[in-house]
Each structure stands twice: as C-alpha cells, then as structure tokens.
C-alpha cells in the first residue's frame, strides 16, 4: 500500500516542482512538433476558401487564441474552487501562473480578430456581441492581476482573485454561444462535433494549431508557476535546498 | 500537394497579405518575448532569493 500511485502527492510544492521541471522540455517540444504541422497544414496546403480567399487563413492563429483564452479562464477557475474549497497552497499559484498567459491569448484573439474584421467586415472593430463579450474577458485576466497584485498577502490574494475568477466565469458561455443566442456580425463556429463546414486539411491545420497553442501555454504556465512556488515556499526545506542547489540565478 | 504556384504569391496571400502575416507576426512576436520574459523574471527572483537565504543563514550563524 505504502508505493501505490497517490495523485494528491503532487498537490504539494515539493513534489510538483520538480516534476513541473522535467515536464516542461517535453511541452515545449510538442508544442513547436504541432505548430511546424499546423503552420505547412494551414499556410502551404490547404486550399483557399471560397468566399473569404487567401484572408480566411487568420483562422489559423485566431480561433487556437480564442479557445485558449476561454480555456485558460476556465481551468483558472477550476483552481480557484480548489482553492477555496479545499485550502490547497498549489491552486493559486497555478491560477497565478496561468493568468498573463491567458490575458495575452484573448489580446491575440482580439488583434487577430480586428485584422480579420478589417478586410472582411470593412471595419477593425464592432461592438457586437461576441466581440464585446471577448473584451470583457481580457478586462477580467487584467482584473485579476491587477487585484492579486494589490493584496501582499498571497494566502488572502489567492481568495480575493479566486472569488473574481468564479463571478467571471459566467462571461464564458456568453462568449461561447454569442454567436448562437444574437445575430452578430462575427461569423458562427467553423467546428461543430456533428458536421464541419470546413475542408479536412483546413480543419486539421487549426486542430494542429490549437494543440501548438496548448501546449505552449502549458509550457510557460509551468515555468512561471515553479519560480511562484520557489518564492512563496522559500521558508520550507525543499525550496532551500532547491535554492542552494541551483545555478539558475548565478552572475547576477 | 503545395498550394501556392510561387513565394510571391505566398508572401501576396491574395491581396491579403498585411492581415495575415500582421496577425502571424504579432502572434510569433508574443510567443517569442513571453518566455524569455518568464525566465529573466524568474533569473531575478531566483538570485534574491539566493541573497535572502544568505544572509539569513548569515544572521543565525552569528
């Protein structure tokens, strides 16, 4: 019973830091496998689309960004509840971790978003429903940091940015069925589980392009979340003989 | 197999080209400079810390 595979040991700090380590690497380097894939898929074979021409290849770093955005927010929140439920030290810090990443994705969702607007609709930005409610989501990644920032006490900024990311997340079905519940100008979803709209090398380019954008998030989540652990825990053992043993920060 | 019948009309994108190598670009920018960000912050951190743990050690010893 003593060697049985325990999840909740990875819960803790010590445990999880240098997994996270080793892990990372590997992220990285699927990440550029799928993204190489995705951009030869998605630039160089797959044909034009027949009512937006050559423009419609934004999609391929667009929509990987919008889902990225609306997925980070979520798994940010999924920490939160963990956190506040069950008082684990792991859950902010990987909330934290997660959120400049997330901000940035819903920034390229939008930029993107503006740049395909632009030929297409004639206008870089339109107050519509889809649109706004992607804003509102940036507005929130940027709440949260500026409100975890604020608060010295990581314990207590941990509670405060959780319960805002649990209020927030009411903004991501709104994002996600936009397009369904109003008429908006943004276009409906290219991908549905019954049928595509979408010829299989285009499809398959953005599905490449989306695990790319997955896995490099990932990628610096986790390094951003093992330098919070190092500073948080600095107190305890692990992090010290981690700290003494490392050579990371030498020469400055 | 290969969309594109030259580089020129690769680099055009029929006629779209701004907006597409504009949202590539940018995209690319981001990804490049967010790590490089995360791991000079975490260079910093990891040397203050170092400093910290130093003289505390420092401190007790006397």
Redo the contacts between chains.
Sequence with gaps: MKDRFNLYRFASPATFYPLAGALIPYFVAVSVVFGLAGLWLG??????DFQQ???Y??IF??VP?SWMSMFIYLVMAGWAAIGLAFNTRLSGMMAQALA??GA?MA??SL??GA??G??MWGAWWVWDARLTSELILLFLYIGYMALTAAIDDARRADKAGGLLLLVGVVNIPIIYFSVKWWNTLHQGSSVNLAKSSMATTMLWGMLLMAMCFWM?SI??AL??A??IM??RE?HTDW??AE??G?T???G? | MIHWNSFSDFIAMGGYGLYVWGSFGVTALIMAIEPIVVSRNRKSTIARLKRQLRAETRNTAE
């Design positions: 630039m160089l074979v797959a044909p034009t021409g050559e423009g290849r934004i770093i667009h960004a400049p990443t940035l920034f390229l930029l993107t740049l395909w632009k030929p490099y990628a610096v390094m951003r093992r330098t190092l500073e600095c992090a010290r700290l003494l490392n990371e920060g030498a400055k």
